[in-house]
Protein backbone atom coordinates (compact mmCIF):
# COMPACT_ATOMS: atom_id res chain seq x y z
CA UNK A 1 0.00 0.00 0.00
CA UNK A 2 1.19 3.51 -1.17
CA UNK A 3 2.42 5.68 1.81
CA UNK A 4 2.10 8.64 -0.46
CA UNK A 5 -1.28 10.25 -2.09
CA UNK A 6 -2.80 8.73 -4.98
CA UNK A 7 -3.95 10.11 -8.24
CA UNK A 8 -5.53 8.99 -11.24
CA UNK A 9 -4.07 9.36 -14.74
CA UNK A 10 -6.91 11.42 -16.52
CA UNK A 11 -9.87 8.77 -16.31
CA UNK A 12 -7.99 5.83 -17.45
CA UNK A 13 -8.00 3.83 -13.57
CA UNK A 14 -4.65 4.00 -13.64
CA UNK A 15 -3.18 5.39 -10.19
CA UNK A 16 0.35 6.86 -9.46
CA UNK A 17 1.75 7.37 -6.30
CA UNK A 18 2.71 11.16 -5.72
CA UNK A 19 6.46 10.54 -4.98
CA UNK A 20 7.72 8.12 -8.00
CA UNK A 21 10.96 5.90 -8.34
CA UNK A 22 12.91 6.80 -11.75
CA UNK A 23 14.74 3.81 -12.16
CA UNK A 24 17.24 5.36 -15.08
CA UNK A 25 19.74 5.43 -11.76
CA UNK A 26 19.27 1.31 -11.32
CA UNK A 27 20.54 1.31 -14.89
CA UNK A 28 23.90 3.02 -14.08
CA UNK A 29 22.93 6.58 -15.14
CA UNK A 30 26.75 8.03 -14.54
CA UNK A 31 27.99 5.59 -12.44
CA UNK A 32 27.69 1.67 -12.04
CA UNK A 33 25.76 0.20 -9.71
CA UNK A 34 25.92 -3.46 -8.53
CA UNK A 35 22.86 -5.74 -9.05
CA UNK A 36 22.85 -6.28 -5.37
CA UNK A 37 21.98 -2.53 -4.72
CA UNK A 38 20.06 -1.92 -7.42
CA UNK A 39 18.00 -4.78 -5.88
CA UNK A 40 17.96 -3.13 -2.07
CA UNK A 41 17.02 -0.07 -3.36
CA UNK A 42 14.22 -1.06 -5.07
CA UNK A 43 13.07 -3.51 -1.92
CA UNK A 44 13.58 0.11 0.05
CA UNK A 45 11.15 2.10 -2.35
CA UNK A 46 8.19 -0.72 -2.15
CA UNK A 47 9.23 -0.92 1.94
CA UNK A 48 8.60 2.64 1.97
CA UNK A 49 5.64 3.24 0.12
CA UNK A 50 6.44 3.90 -2.89
CA UNK A 51 4.08 2.36 -5.46
CA UNK A 52 4.54 4.06 -9.08
CA UNK A 53 7.94 2.85 -11.31
CA UNK A 54 9.51 4.38 -14.09
CA UNK A 55 11.73 3.01 -16.57
CA UNK A 56 12.79 2.57 -20.15
CA UNK A 57 14.85 0.52 -22.72
CA UNK A 58 17.11 3.96 -23.16
CA UNK A 59 18.13 3.18 -19.48
CA UNK A 60 21.44 0.89 -19.34
CA UNK A 61 20.33 -0.52 -22.27
CA UNK A 62 17.89 -2.71 -21.33
CA UNK A 63 19.89 -2.54 -17.94
CA UNK A 64 17.14 -0.88 -15.82
CA UNK A 65 14.00 -2.55 -16.62
CA UNK A 66 15.90 -6.28 -16.54
CA UNK A 67 16.82 -5.52 -12.86
CA UNK A 68 12.82 -4.09 -12.34
CA UNK A 69 11.83 -7.55 -14.02
CA UNK A 70 13.95 -9.62 -11.16
CA UNK A 71 13.03 -7.81 -8.58
CA UNK A 72 10.01 -5.69 -8.69
CA UNK A 73 6.35 -6.89 -7.45
CA UNK A 74 3.99 -7.58 -10.07
CA UNK A 75 1.67 -5.12 -8.28
CA UNK A 76 3.44 -1.73 -8.52
CA UNK A 77 2.51 0.31 -11.03
CA UNK A 78 5.21 0.57 -13.85
CA UNK A 79 5.39 3.01 -16.75
CA UNK A 80 8.31 2.17 -19.27
CA UNK A 81 9.13 3.78 -22.77
CA UNK A 82 8.96 3.38 -26.74
CA UNK A 83 10.88 4.50 -29.64
CA UNK A 84 14.30 3.09 -29.49
CA UNK A 85 14.70 -0.59 -30.31
CA UNK A 86 17.83 -2.32 -28.98
CA UNK A 87 20.47 -4.61 -30.79
CA UNK A 88 23.08 -6.93 -29.88
CA UNK A 89 26.35 -5.74 -29.63
CA UNK A 90 29.64 -7.25 -28.86
CA UNK A 91 30.15 -6.56 -24.75
CA UNK A 92 32.03 -3.41 -24.44
CA UNK A 93 34.86 -2.82 -21.93
CA UNK A 94 34.18 -2.95 -18.15
CA UNK A 95 33.96 0.93 -17.13
CA UNK A 96 32.43 2.26 -20.75
CA UNK A 97 29.48 5.05 -20.26
CA UNK A 98 27.66 4.78 -23.63
CA UNK A 99 25.01 7.40 -24.00
CA UNK A 100 25.35 8.42 -20.48
CA UNK A 101 25.04 4.72 -19.18
CA UNK A 102 28.24 3.17 -17.41
CA UNK A 103 28.55 -0.65 -18.21
CA UNK A 104 24.93 -0.67 -19.66
CA UNK A 105 24.10 -4.60 -21.11
CA UNK A 106 25.12 -5.33 -24.31
CA UNK A 107 22.86 -3.66 -26.48
CA UNK A 108 22.78 -0.67 -28.56
CA UNK A 109 19.96 1.73 -29.59
CA UNK A 110 18.47 2.64 -32.90
CA UNK A 111 15.25 4.73 -32.66
CA UNK A 112 12.15 3.65 -34.33
CA UNK A 113 8.85 5.21 -34.30
CA UNK A 114 7.39 3.21 -36.54
CA UNK A 115 3.97 0.68 -36.19
CA UNK A 116 6.42 -2.18 -36.48
CA UNK A 117 9.11 -0.65 -34.24
CA UNK A 118 6.69 0.34 -31.31
CA UNK A 119 5.09 -2.58 -31.37
CA UNK A 120 9.01 -4.73 -30.90
CA UNK A 121 9.95 -2.41 -28.35
CA UNK A 122 6.93 -3.10 -26.30
CA UNK A 123 7.28 -6.88 -26.73
CA UNK A 124 10.69 -6.45 -25.93
CA UNK A 125 10.12 -4.40 -22.64
CA UNK A 126 7.53 -7.33 -21.81
CA UNK A 127 10.20 -9.83 -21.60
CA UNK A 128 12.87 -7.70 -19.70
CA UNK A 129 9.99 -6.87 -17.15
CA UNK A 130 8.89 -10.65 -17.09
CA UNK A 131 5.40 -8.85 -17.41
CA UNK A 132 2.22 -9.43 -19.64
CA UNK A 133 1.39 -5.79 -19.25
CA UNK A 134 2.48 -2.36 -18.59
CA UNK A 135 0.45 0.26 -16.88
CA UNK A 136 1.66 3.05 -19.32
CA UNK A 137 3.41 3.36 -22.29
CA UNK A 138 5.35 6.87 -23.48
CA UNK A 139 6.43 7.35 -26.31
CA UNK A 140 10.10 8.58 -25.43
CA UNK A 141 12.33 11.51 -26.63
CA UNK A 142 10.45 12.81 -29.95
CA UNK A 143 11.01 16.55 -30.57
CA UNK A 144 12.80 19.29 -31.97
CA UNK A 145 15.60 19.44 -29.56
CA UNK A 146 16.38 15.40 -29.48
CA UNK A 147 16.29 15.13 -33.39
CA UNK A 148 17.27 18.25 -34.79
CA UNK A 149 16.92 17.96 -38.35
CA UNK A 150 15.13 14.35 -38.64
CA UNK A 151 12.13 15.84 -36.24
CA UNK A 152 10.19 15.78 -38.61
CA UNK A 153 10.41 12.74 -40.14
CA UNK A 154 10.23 11.08 -36.70
CA UNK A 155 6.95 12.92 -35.78
CA UNK A 156 5.61 11.72 -39.58
CA UNK A 157 6.39 8.41 -38.71
CA UNK A 158 5.07 8.41 -35.04
CA UNK A 159 1.68 9.56 -36.25
CA UNK A 160 1.38 7.64 -39.34
CA UNK A 161 2.48 4.26 -37.36
CA UNK A 162 3.48 4.40 -34.16
CA UNK A 163 0.82 6.10 -32.09
CA UNK A 164 -1.86 3.55 -33.99
CA UNK A 165 0.57 0.85 -32.54
CA UNK A 166 0.41 2.48 -28.77
CA UNK A 167 -3.95 2.90 -29.76
CA UNK A 168 -4.22 -0.99 -30.30
CA UNK A 169 -2.32 -2.41 -27.23
CA UNK A 170 -4.32 0.15 -24.78
CA UNK A 171 -7.70 -1.10 -26.68
CA UNK A 172 -6.10 -4.81 -26.07
CA UNK A 173 -6.21 -4.21 -22.76
CA UNK A 174 -1.80 -4.61 -22.61
CA UNK A 175 -1.62 -0.97 -21.73
CA UNK A 176 -3.19 1.32 -19.14
CA UNK A 177 -2.28 4.86 -20.12
CA UNK A 178 -0.20 6.06 -23.11
CA UNK A 179 1.50 9.26 -23.88
CA UNK A 180 4.57 10.80 -24.21
CA UNK A 181 8.55 11.16 -22.08
CA UNK A 182 9.71 14.04 -23.42
CA UNK A 183 11.98 17.18 -22.11
CA UNK A 184 10.46 20.04 -23.76
CA UNK A 185 6.51 21.28 -24.09
CA UNK A 186 6.54 22.04 -28.14
CA UNK A 187 6.50 18.29 -29.09
CA UNK A 188 3.74 17.86 -26.67
CA UNK A 189 1.73 20.24 -28.03
CA UNK A 190 1.84 19.53 -31.75
CA UNK A 191 1.03 15.35 -30.38
CA UNK A 192 -2.24 17.11 -28.24
CA UNK A 193 -3.52 18.46 -31.43
CA UNK A 194 -3.53 15.19 -33.29
CA UNK A 195 -4.22 12.89 -30.61
CA UNK A 196 -5.89 11.79 -27.80
CA UNK A 197 -3.02 11.02 -24.89
CA UNK A 198 -3.19 10.39 -21.31
CA UNK A 199 -0.29 11.91 -19.63
CA UNK A 200 3.03 13.60 -20.32
CA UNK A 201 6.10 12.06 -18.79
CA UNK A 202 7.85 16.17 -18.74
CA UNK A 203 11.53 15.98 -17.50
CA UNK A 204 13.29 19.07 -16.32
CA UNK A 205 10.82 21.91 -17.08
CA UNK A 206 8.48 22.32 -13.89
CA UNK A 207 11.10 22.51 -11.27
CA UNK A 208 12.63 25.30 -9.26
CA UNK A 209 14.52 26.45 -12.17
CA UNK A 210 12.09 26.63 -14.61
CA UNK A 211 8.36 27.29 -14.84
CA UNK A 212 7.76 27.84 -18.66
CA UNK A 213 4.85 25.39 -18.83
CA UNK A 214 2.53 27.72 -16.75
CA UNK A 215 2.52 30.20 -19.86
CA UNK A 216 -0.64 28.27 -20.74
CA UNK A 217 0.84 25.10 -21.54
CA UNK A 218 -0.22 23.69 -17.70
CA UNK A 219 -3.96 25.00 -19.04
CA UNK A 220 -4.16 23.10 -22.18
CA UNK A 221 -3.19 19.97 -20.62
CA UNK A 222 -5.83 20.43 -18.05
CA UNK A 223 -8.45 21.30 -20.86
CA UNK A 224 -8.01 18.10 -22.77
CA UNK A 225 -7.64 16.19 -19.44
CA UNK A 226 -4.23 15.22 -20.23
CA UNK A 227 -1.84 14.67 -16.59
CA UNK A 228 1.39 15.51 -15.72
CA UNK A 229 4.00 13.51 -14.39
CA UNK A 230 6.80 15.74 -13.22
CA UNK A 231 10.11 14.04 -13.85
CA UNK A 232 13.96 15.25 -12.96
CA UNK A 233 12.39 17.99 -9.97
CA UNK A 234 16.01 18.29 -9.30
CA UNK A 235 17.00 18.80 -12.81
CA UNK A 236 19.40 16.03 -12.99
CA UNK A 237 20.84 16.39 -9.31
CA UNK A 238 21.67 20.21 -9.42
CA UNK A 239 18.84 20.88 -6.79
CA UNK A 240 19.57 18.40 -4.36
CA UNK A 241 23.79 19.21 -4.38
CA UNK A 242 24.32 17.57 -7.47
CA UNK A 243 27.03 18.46 -10.31
CA UNK A 244 24.65 17.63 -12.77
CA UNK A 245 21.90 20.76 -14.53
CA UNK A 246 20.16 19.04 -17.38
CA UNK A 247 22.25 15.93 -17.98
CA UNK A 248 25.60 18.10 -18.47
CA UNK A 249 27.14 20.54 -16.41
CA UNK A 250 25.60 23.94 -15.24
CA UNK A 251 26.40 27.29 -16.76
CA UNK A 252 27.44 29.92 -14.20
CA UNK A 253 23.97 31.98 -14.20
CA UNK A 254 22.02 28.71 -13.45
CA UNK A 255 24.64 27.91 -10.22
CA UNK A 256 24.01 31.58 -8.95
CA UNK A 257 20.23 31.19 -8.91
CA UNK A 258 20.47 27.86 -7.25
CA UNK A 259 22.75 29.31 -4.60
CA UNK A 260 20.30 32.34 -3.96
CA UNK A 261 17.29 29.37 -3.60
CA UNK A 262 19.31 27.57 -1.38
CA UNK A 263 20.05 30.49 0.58
CA UNK A 264 16.39 31.90 1.03
CA UNK A 265 15.69 27.76 1.87
CA UNK A 266 18.06 28.35 4.65
CA UNK A 267 16.22 31.25 6.21
CA UNK A 268 13.36 28.95 6.08
CA UNK A 269 15.40 25.76 7.90
CA UNK A 270 14.44 23.86 4.56
CA UNK A 271 16.63 21.92 2.44
CA UNK A 272 16.69 23.27 -1.45
CA UNK A 273 15.93 19.60 -2.04
CA UNK A 274 13.20 19.11 0.25
CA UNK A 275 11.04 22.54 -1.51
CA UNK A 276 12.60 21.27 -4.95
CA UNK A 277 10.20 18.05 -4.36
CA UNK A 278 7.34 19.16 -3.00
CA UNK A 279 7.21 22.62 -5.61
CA UNK A 280 5.61 20.93 -8.77
CA UNK A 281 2.75 18.38 -7.29
CA UNK A 282 0.77 21.99 -5.86
CA UNK A 283 0.07 22.21 -9.63
CA UNK A 284 -3.42 20.34 -10.43
CA UNK A 285 -2.40 19.08 -13.80
CA UNK A 286 0.34 17.30 -11.51
CA UNK A 287 -0.21 13.53 -10.56
CA UNK A 288 3.16 12.58 -9.31
CA UNK A 289 7.15 13.66 -9.11
CA UNK A 290 9.53 11.15 -10.23
CA UNK A 291 13.03 11.56 -9.12
CA UNK A 292 16.21 8.75 -9.73
CA UNK A 293 17.24 6.83 -6.48
CA UNK A 294 20.39 4.34 -6.94
CA UNK A 295 20.52 3.42 -3.36
CA UNK A 296 18.48 2.84 -0.25
CA UNK A 297 19.71 5.80 1.53
CA UNK A 298 18.44 7.67 -1.43
CA UNK A 299 15.29 6.32 -0.96
CA UNK A 300 14.69 7.07 2.95
CA UNK A 301 16.83 10.41 1.71
CA UNK A 302 13.84 11.68 -0.58
CA UNK A 303 10.81 9.94 1.55
CA UNK A 304 12.04 12.24 4.48
CA UNK A 305 12.56 15.52 1.81
CA UNK A 306 8.79 14.71 0.29
CA UNK A 307 7.39 15.21 3.83
CA UNK A 308 10.06 18.02 5.38
CA UNK A 309 7.37 21.04 6.95
CA UNK A 310 7.54 23.81 4.55
CA UNK A 311 6.20 27.42 5.79
CA UNK A 312 4.23 29.44 3.52
CA UNK A 313 6.26 31.80 4.15
CA UNK A 314 9.16 30.39 2.40
CA UNK A 315 7.10 30.18 -0.90
CA UNK A 316 6.11 34.19 -0.69
CA UNK A 317 9.98 34.61 -0.28
CA UNK A 318 10.72 32.88 -3.69
CA UNK A 319 8.13 34.89 -5.44
CA UNK A 320 9.31 38.55 -3.65
CA UNK A 321 12.96 37.52 -4.66
CA UNK A 322 11.96 37.12 -7.85
CA UNK A 323 12.93 33.13 -7.71
CA UNK A 324 9.50 31.29 -8.36
CA UNK A 325 6.51 32.61 -10.80
CA UNK A 326 3.98 35.20 -9.31
CA UNK A 327 1.65 32.45 -11.09
CA UNK A 328 3.19 28.93 -9.84
CA UNK A 329 0.56 27.32 -7.63
CA UNK A 330 2.48 26.60 -3.96
CA UNK A 331 2.04 23.39 -1.46
CA UNK A 332 -0.01 23.75 1.84
CA UNK A 333 1.48 23.43 4.71
CA UNK A 334 1.46 20.01 5.64
CA UNK A 335 0.16 20.84 8.90
CA UNK A 336 -2.64 23.31 7.23
Not at 150 to 161: N, S
Request: charged share 20%; net charge negative; aromatic share 6%.
Amino acid sequence: MSSFPISEIGRTGVRVGALGFGAAAIGNLYQSVSDDAAHATIAAAVATGITYVDTAPRYGQGLSERRIGAHLSQTAVLSSKVGRILTPITPPPPGTERHGFVDGDPFEEHFDYSYSGIMRSFEDSLKRLKRDRIDILLAHDLGRETHAGQHDYHLHTFLRGGLEAMQSLKAQGVIGAIGLGVNETAICDEIMAAADIDVILLAGRYTLLEQVPLDGFFDRCAAKGVSIIAAAPFNSGLLADGQHYNYAAPPADIVARVARLKAVCAVHGVPLAAAALQFPLAHPVVVSVLTGMNSPAQVETNAALFRHPIPPALWADLKAEGLLSDVAPVPEALDA
